[in-house]
């Protein structure tokens, strides 16, 4: 059973176009995490969200942690092909100091130029 | 600041062996996590490590086991490999064990058993 739910599992757009990536659970997370994976790299951390209705930009990149703190979402406006890769949730059902991070399957992006 | 280094970068087992991986953290981080990451899949919490102890365990079987150095660094071991084994081990290290703050990752070791 998968805790975190990414979707859509795969997004293929054109240049310039927007998306929005879905991150949903029926558990309350302390915190929220955002990741991008390159091929043969590890995650590396976009943003993490804390708080209930809390909105954090990266230029292009909206991040909404939802009220309940159960969901979250990524929205990217006018997609570039340097956005082509692995989108990773990641949640902490604690906020203690136990470290364990439930990741979502990803959202593999694929911009088109 | 250097960032997080694993090692090897790629290693062949077979069935039935045993592999160690290895992790150095980033400097000024004291905690290290292990994840394994099948291919199309996020990665998954084996275990984590702070202050050379083990710090919070996920679901995996005693054949993982691992150890933090007072340098912070870590190894993970994998007894009595096994087909499913094969994946992506990802380390990640922080300054502090809670999850809020955010994690580095390193670039992994593509473990393959055959």
């Known amino acids: 059973t998968q805790l975190l739910e990414q979707s859509p599992q795969f997004l293929s757009i054109q240049e310039g176009e927007n998306l929005t990536v879905y991150c949903n659970s029926s558990s309350v997370f302390s915190s929220l995490q955002w990741y991008r994976q390159e091929p043969g790299e590890g995650p590396v951390l976009l943003v993490t969200v804390v708080t209930g209705g809390e909105v954090k930009k990266l230029k292009r990149l909206t991040f909404q942690f939802g009220d309940a703190r159960k969901d979250s979402s990524l929205h990217i406006t006018a997609a570039q092909p340097g956005d082509t890769g692995l989108y990773l949730c990641?949640?902490?059902?604690?906020?203690?100091?136990?470290?364990?991070?439930?990741f979502g399957q990803g959202t593999t992006l694929q911009v088109k130029p | 600041e250097t960032g997080v280094t694993q090692s090897p970068t790629h290693l062949i087992k077979t069935r039935g062996q045993q592999v160690t991986l290895r992790c150095s953290s980033q400097?000024?981080?004291?905690?290290v996590s292990w994840y394994q990451q099948a291919l199309g899949q996020g990665p998954q919490f084996i275990f984590q490590?702070?202050?050379?102890?083990?710090?919070g365990r996920g679901n995996f079987p005693p054949r993982f086991s691992g150890l933090q150095f007072p340098n912070y660094s870590s190894e993970l071991n994998v007894n009595a490999l096994e087909l499913d084994d094969s994946a992506l081990y990802l380390c990640?290290?922080?300054?502090?064990?809670?999850?809020?703050?955010?994690?580095?990752f390193g670039s992994g070791t593509r473990l393959t058993v055959v």
């Open positions: 490590y702070y202050r050379e102890e083990e710090n």
């Open positions: 990641a949640g902490a059902l604690s906020s203690s100091n136990t470290g364990k991070l439930i």
């Open positions: 990640a290290s922080s300054w502090t064990g809670a999850p809020n703050y955010g994690y580095t």
């Open positions: 400097s000024g981080h004291n905690t």
